[in-house]
Protein backbone atom coordinates (compact mmCIF):
# COMPACT_ATOMS: atom_id res chain seq x y z
CA UNK A 1 0.00 0.00 0.00
CA UNK A 2 1.28 3.94 -0.95
CA UNK A 3 2.40 5.57 1.77
CA UNK A 4 -0.03 8.43 2.29
CA UNK A 5 1.71 11.74 0.20
CA UNK A 6 2.53 15.32 2.02
CA UNK A 7 0.74 17.74 0.51
CA UNK A 8 2.18 20.36 -1.42
CA UNK A 9 0.34 23.07 0.21
CA UNK A 10 -1.61 23.69 3.53
CA UNK A 11 -4.98 24.38 1.73
CA UNK A 12 -4.88 21.46 -0.83
CA UNK A 13 -8.01 19.36 -0.69
CA UNK A 14 -7.97 16.13 -2.65
CA UNK A 15 -11.44 14.34 -4.18
CA UNK A 16 -10.97 10.62 -5.49
CA UNK A 17 -14.13 9.46 -7.04
CA UNK A 18 -15.05 5.92 -8.95
CA UNK A 19 -17.52 7.01 -11.58
CA UNK A 20 -17.35 6.73 -14.34
CA UNK A 21 -14.21 5.60 -13.81
CA UNK A 22 -11.66 6.08 -10.78
CA UNK A 23 -10.83 9.59 -11.14
CA UNK A 24 -10.06 12.97 -8.46
CA UNK A 25 -9.93 16.23 -8.56
CA UNK A 26 -7.19 18.75 -6.70
CA UNK A 27 -7.48 22.47 -5.52
CA UNK A 28 -4.51 24.38 -4.59
CA UNK A 29 -2.04 21.94 -5.60
CA UNK A 30 0.60 24.21 -5.97
CA UNK A 31 1.50 27.56 -3.59
CA UNK A 32 -0.15 30.97 -5.63
CA UNK A 33 3.98 31.43 -5.79
CA UNK A 34 4.66 28.47 -7.76
CA UNK A 35 1.54 28.72 -10.14
CA UNK A 36 1.89 31.97 -11.37
CA UNK A 37 6.05 30.86 -11.83
CA UNK A 38 4.42 28.00 -13.89
CA UNK A 39 1.88 30.16 -15.45
CA UNK A 40 4.41 32.98 -16.37
CA UNK A 41 6.97 30.41 -17.71
CA UNK A 42 3.72 28.66 -20.36
CA UNK A 43 2.61 32.33 -21.31
CA UNK A 44 6.39 32.90 -22.01
CA UNK A 45 7.30 29.48 -23.82
CA UNK A 46 7.79 29.42 -27.73
CA UNK A 47 8.55 26.35 -28.22
CA UNK A 48 4.68 24.83 -28.75
CA UNK A 49 4.20 21.93 -31.44
CA UNK A 50 1.08 22.45 -33.04
CA UNK A 51 -1.23 18.88 -32.95
CA UNK A 52 -4.41 18.55 -34.90
CA UNK A 53 -5.45 15.11 -35.69
CA UNK A 54 -8.92 13.20 -35.82
CA UNK A 55 -10.13 13.70 -32.56
CA UNK A 56 -7.43 16.55 -30.71
CA UNK A 57 -6.72 20.05 -31.60
CA UNK A 58 -4.11 21.86 -29.12
CA UNK A 59 -0.65 22.96 -28.95
CA UNK A 60 2.13 20.15 -27.13
CA UNK A 61 5.63 20.26 -25.80
CA UNK A 62 7.05 17.03 -24.44
CA UNK A 63 8.91 17.07 -21.53
CA UNK A 64 11.37 14.10 -19.94
CA UNK A 65 10.62 15.02 -15.92
CA UNK A 66 14.61 14.64 -15.59
CA UNK A 67 15.43 17.24 -17.97
CA UNK A 68 12.83 20.21 -17.39
CA UNK A 69 13.75 23.90 -18.58
CA UNK A 70 16.33 25.47 -16.01
CA UNK A 71 13.60 28.26 -15.19
CA UNK A 72 10.20 25.53 -14.99
CA UNK A 73 12.73 23.67 -12.74
CA UNK A 74 13.28 26.16 -10.12
CA UNK A 75 10.01 26.16 -9.58
CA UNK A 76 9.06 21.65 -10.23
CA UNK A 77 11.93 20.73 -7.86
CA UNK A 78 12.65 16.98 -7.43
CA UNK A 79 10.73 17.13 -4.35
CA UNK A 80 7.77 18.67 -5.86
CA UNK A 81 7.50 16.33 -8.21
CA UNK A 82 7.99 13.59 -5.78
CA UNK A 83 4.83 14.51 -3.88
CA UNK A 84 3.15 14.55 -6.91
CA UNK A 85 3.37 11.31 -7.42
CA UNK A 86 3.00 10.30 -4.15
CA UNK A 87 -0.19 11.93 -4.42
CA UNK A 88 -1.12 9.73 -7.48
CA UNK A 89 -0.12 6.65 -5.88
CA UNK A 90 -1.52 7.13 -2.24
CA UNK A 91 -4.79 8.11 -4.00
CA UNK A 92 -5.66 5.73 -6.50
CA UNK A 93 -3.63 3.00 -4.12
CA UNK A 94 -1.35 1.63 -6.98
CA UNK A 95 2.78 1.56 -7.52
CA UNK A 96 4.62 3.28 -10.36
CA UNK A 97 7.34 2.97 -12.04
CA UNK A 98 10.38 5.35 -11.99
CA UNK A 99 10.22 7.21 -15.12
CA UNK A 100 7.33 9.39 -16.15
CA UNK A 101 7.12 12.28 -18.44
CA UNK A 102 5.83 15.58 -18.61
CA UNK A 103 3.17 17.33 -21.17
CA UNK A 104 3.00 21.30 -21.65
CA UNK A 105 -0.39 21.97 -23.62
CA UNK A 106 -1.95 25.17 -24.71
CA UNK A 107 -5.56 25.59 -26.29
CA UNK A 108 -6.40 28.76 -28.30
CA UNK A 109 -9.94 28.98 -29.28
CA UNK A 110 -11.81 26.40 -31.46
CA UNK A 111 -9.31 23.89 -29.69
CA UNK A 112 -10.83 20.73 -27.74
CA UNK A 113 -10.91 17.22 -28.52
CA UNK A 114 -13.52 14.47 -29.22
CA UNK A 115 -14.14 11.87 -26.68
CA UNK A 116 -11.90 9.47 -26.50
CA UNK A 117 -10.22 6.62 -24.11
CA UNK A 118 -6.70 7.41 -24.03
CA UNK A 119 -6.28 3.21 -24.28
CA UNK A 120 -3.13 2.51 -25.77
CA UNK A 121 -2.06 -1.73 -25.56
CA UNK A 122 1.23 -1.33 -26.94
CA UNK A 123 2.88 -1.06 -23.51
CA UNK A 124 6.43 -0.44 -25.18
CA UNK A 125 5.48 2.87 -26.60
CA UNK A 126 7.50 5.69 -26.29
CA UNK A 127 4.82 7.86 -24.34
CA UNK A 128 2.57 4.69 -22.68
CA UNK A 129 1.15 5.56 -19.84
CA UNK A 130 -1.73 4.41 -17.28
CA UNK A 131 -2.54 7.14 -15.08
CA UNK A 132 -2.31 11.23 -15.53
CA UNK A 133 -2.55 14.22 -13.18
CA UNK A 134 -3.78 17.76 -15.35
CA UNK A 135 -2.66 20.80 -13.99
CA UNK A 136 -4.73 23.72 -14.76
CA UNK A 137 -2.98 27.33 -15.45
CA UNK A 138 -4.65 30.58 -16.28
CA UNK A 139 -5.10 34.19 -15.79
CA UNK A 140 -9.18 33.63 -15.28
CA UNK A 141 -11.29 31.78 -16.50
CA UNK A 142 -15.54 32.03 -17.26
CA UNK A 143 -17.52 29.66 -18.01
CA UNK A 144 -18.50 31.02 -21.17
CA UNK A 145 -14.57 30.10 -22.55
CA UNK A 146 -15.35 26.35 -22.31
CA UNK A 147 -12.29 24.19 -22.65
CA UNK A 148 -14.28 22.68 -19.75
CA UNK A 149 -13.03 18.97 -19.11
CA UNK A 150 -16.01 16.19 -18.93
CA UNK A 151 -15.89 12.72 -18.09
CA UNK A 152 -18.28 10.23 -19.91
CA UNK A 153 -19.72 6.52 -19.53
CA UNK A 154 -19.33 5.60 -23.03
CA UNK A 155 -17.63 6.65 -26.00
CA UNK A 156 -21.48 7.22 -27.26
CA UNK A 157 -22.58 8.96 -24.75
CA UNK A 158 -23.97 12.18 -25.86
CA UNK A 159 -23.28 14.64 -22.58
CA UNK A 160 -20.59 13.92 -19.77
CA UNK A 161 -21.65 12.42 -16.56
CA UNK A 162 -19.22 14.65 -14.49
CA UNK A 163 -17.82 17.83 -15.64
CA UNK A 164 -14.50 20.03 -14.23
CA UNK A 165 -13.55 23.74 -15.35
CA UNK A 166 -10.09 24.04 -15.84
CA UNK A 167 -9.22 26.34 -13.18
CA UNK A 168 -5.88 28.03 -12.06
CA UNK A 169 -3.73 26.07 -9.70
CA UNK A 170 -6.04 23.40 -9.99
CA UNK A 171 -6.09 19.67 -11.36
CA UNK A 172 -8.02 16.47 -12.46
CA UNK A 173 -5.98 13.28 -12.54
CA UNK A 174 -7.41 9.89 -14.13
CA UNK A 175 -6.84 6.48 -14.14
CA UNK A 176 -6.80 4.95 -17.90
CA UNK A 177 -8.23 2.39 -19.61
CA UNK A 178 -10.41 1.23 -21.84
CA UNK A 179 -13.24 2.84 -20.20
CA UNK A 180 -11.71 6.20 -19.50
CA UNK A 181 -13.95 8.28 -21.93
CA UNK A 182 -13.17 11.88 -21.52
CA UNK A 183 -13.01 15.26 -23.78
CA UNK A 184 -11.95 18.87 -23.14
CA UNK A 185 -14.78 21.28 -25.25
CA UNK A 186 -14.10 23.39 -27.37
CA UNK A 187 -12.19 26.41 -26.15
CA UNK A 188 -14.21 29.74 -26.94
CA UNK A 189 -12.33 32.62 -25.06
CA UNK A 190 -8.96 32.74 -23.52
CA UNK A 191 -5.67 30.68 -23.39
CA UNK A 192 -6.09 27.39 -21.43
CA UNK A 193 -2.37 26.22 -20.28
CA UNK A 194 -1.99 22.98 -18.56
CA UNK A 195 1.12 20.86 -17.35
CA UNK A 196 0.26 17.07 -17.69
CA UNK A 197 1.88 14.57 -15.04
CA UNK A 198 1.88 11.09 -16.72
CA UNK A 199 2.68 7.80 -15.32
CA UNK A 200 2.96 3.82 -16.03
CA UNK A 201 1.94 1.03 -12.87
CA UNK A 202 4.50 -1.39 -12.00
CA UNK A 203 2.86 -4.05 -13.76
CA UNK A 204 1.99 -1.91 -16.51
CA UNK A 205 -1.47 -2.81 -15.81
CA UNK A 206 -4.57 -0.08 -16.50
CA UNK A 207 -6.71 0.28 -13.37
CA UNK A 208 -10.62 -0.12 -13.59
CA UNK A 209 -11.63 0.34 -10.35
CA UNK A 210 -10.41 1.63 -7.14
CA UNK A 211 -9.05 -1.36 -4.77
Known sequence: MPNPATPLTDTMKIDVRTAPFPHLTV???????????????LERFDGWTSKSEQHYKSDVHHFAADSLPEDLAAV????????????????????FRPDHFLL??????GDGTAVHSDFNPDTGHKY???H????????????ADG????????????????????????????????SSFHAVGA???????CLI???????????????
Open 76 to 95: LTEDKLSRVRELMESSFKVR
Open 104 to 109: ANRYVP
Open 128 to 130: FFT
Open 147 to 178: GILGLFDSQESTSPAVQYPPLHNTAAGMAMSE
Open 27 to 41: TDLFGSEDAEAVLGW
Open 187 to 193: LRGGLRY
Open 132 to 143: RLIAYFNRSWEE
Open 197 to 211: FSFTTEDLQYQRSLR
